[in-house]
């Protein structure tokens, strides 16, 4: 088959994301395995690359998580520091690009522009970095500064963050000297030189996860990929205009920045059979307890006293009651409570239903050829510019996907069959970021 597409063939971007501790693993299921050796982290991106992705991508945790002061069970097997994983993935993959979740409130912008112009130099430009931020007291006491951040301040930190690694990025060209970076603002003051001049893209590519209107901003003035839950048809094209109707204020154009929710696909012989595979993996990934511990994070509150299988609490949320640590914190508990109710009351919902119902993940459910359609309908309406693909299964989880999905949309066109360059810009059609000039010394 030909590497060629057809002309102004709008292209399916893929990433494969490992699964990790969250609440997609299933790890009770026979066909699990570890979670933290290299044979599962290079299993999976060696699957992502037979299947011409964009990205392998690693989500990080700086503390285990934990409730009602144990360890949450799906933190019991670790969590590797992510780009400690992809330098090693480096050097069994050729192709694939390799990005990190690296926290920009606990970390220090000279160190780890150092760290990702280390992985794009040995990986030959294939580095991303998906910036987060934290305002999370019970992370923040593994740091010297403790949680010092104030919620308002996490985008303001982190758009000065970026700021100055990019000017550390820029300030040694290829072939040249490296200039002295200055910078003086409200979270950061250095006078540094950079330690590796330009890397193969200059910058890693950035990736931004942030769905309130600060973060969509901080997205079309800073990102490279939005990793969206914006996953339907209707939510993705919202999403979509919203975001990208932004960038021209910041002088950029809307192929600059793609969007990519996250997705699970579960395939079948028909369509029947796919919805019971994925009823049945819902279920495994919903257990009863974990049904109830979704529900405790809005009411503050200890409900194991409830039947998973009954109806909702008839007591109200504890406004600031905190049984977990490490979990987003929520606001406006008293609203969700009732959003919850009402729902459930709709669609005659236990917890546990009604749990699976709102901790789903848009998923391409269908045939092979099922999904093929509705994943190219999606990108060519522009609801979204590709997919993040979330796996239950660690290291298998994409076997089938890749096997029998990935060979249609190439025929379709809308897929590459062979990467064209070298670098994960190449790959996402994003080219070379002009450096700036910076304060020479």
Do not use: C
């Not at 970390?107 to 130099?121: G, V």
Request: glycine share 8%; aromatic share 8%.
């Amino acid at each position: 088959m030909s590497a060629s597409t057809p002309a102004g063939r709008k292209q399916i971007h893929l990433a494969a994301h490992f699964p990790g501790v969250n609440s997609t693993t299933v790890w009770r299921d026979p066909d699990s395995r570890s979670q933290i050796d290299f044979s599962s982290f290079q299993q999976l991106a060696h699957t992502a690359e037979r299947g011409r992705f964009d990205f392998f991508f690693l989500a990080e945790g700086l503390r285990l998580r934990e409730r009602k002061g144990r360890i949450h069970d799906l933190d019991v097997v670790g969590r590797p520091e992510s780009l400690t994983v992809l330098n090693a993935l480096a050097a069994v993959t050729e192709h694939l690009g390799l990005a990190a979740t690296v926290n920009a409130t606990f970390n220090e912008p000279f160190e780890l522009a150092r760290r990702f112009a280390s992985l794009d130099h040995l990986s030959g430009g294939r580095a991303a970095w998906n910036i987060v931020t934290s305002s999370d007291a019970f992370t923040g006491e593994n740091f010297r500064r403790g949680g010092y951040l104030d919620r308002a301040d996490r985008y303001t930190r982190a758009a000065e963050f970026v700021e100055v690694a990019r000017a550390l990025w820029d300030s040694w060209p290829s072939g040249g000297t490296p200039r002295t970076v200055r910078h003086s603002g409200p979270q950061f003051d250095i006078t540094a030189r950079a330690t590796l001049p330009h890397s193969p893209q200059v910058h890693p590519v950035l990736i931004q996860a942030g769905d309130s209107d600060e973060g969509r901003e901080f997205a079309a003035r800073t990102a490279d990929i939005v990793f969206s839950r914006h996953g339907t048809l209707e939510a993705g094209r919202a999403f979509h205009a919203d975001v990208k109707g932004r960038l021209a204020r910041y002088g950029r154009t809307p192929d600059q920045l793609k969007i990519m929710p996250a997705a699970t696909v579960v395939l079948g012989d028909s369509e029947a059979d796919a919805q019971e595979r994925a009823a049945h993996i819902r279920r495994q990934q919903v257990s009863p307890q974990t049904a109830v511990a979704t529900l405790e994070n809005v009411w503050g509150r200890d409900l194991t006293g409830y039947d998973p299988d009954g109806p909702l609490p008839d007591v109200e949320p504890v406004p600031d009651g905190e049984l977990a640590q490490g979990w987003a914190h929520m606001s406006d508990r008293f609203g969700i409570a009732a959003r919850w109710r009402a729902l459930a009351e709709e669609k005659h919902l236990s917890i546990r239903e009604l749990a699976i119902e709102l901790t789903a993940r848009q998923s391409f459910i269908g045939t092979p050829a099922a999904v093929a359609a509705a994943m190219d309908e999606h990108v060519r309406t522009d609801a979204a510019d590709g997919f993040i693909l979330v796996p239950h299964l660690t290291p298998g989880g994409l076997d089938e996907f890749v096997d029998q999905v990935v060979p249609l949309l190439q025929e379709r066109g809308a897929l590459r069959t062979e990467y064209q360059g070298t670098t994960l810009r190449d790959h996402l059609g994003l080219g070379r970021p002009d450096p700036r000039p910076q304060e020479s010394a």
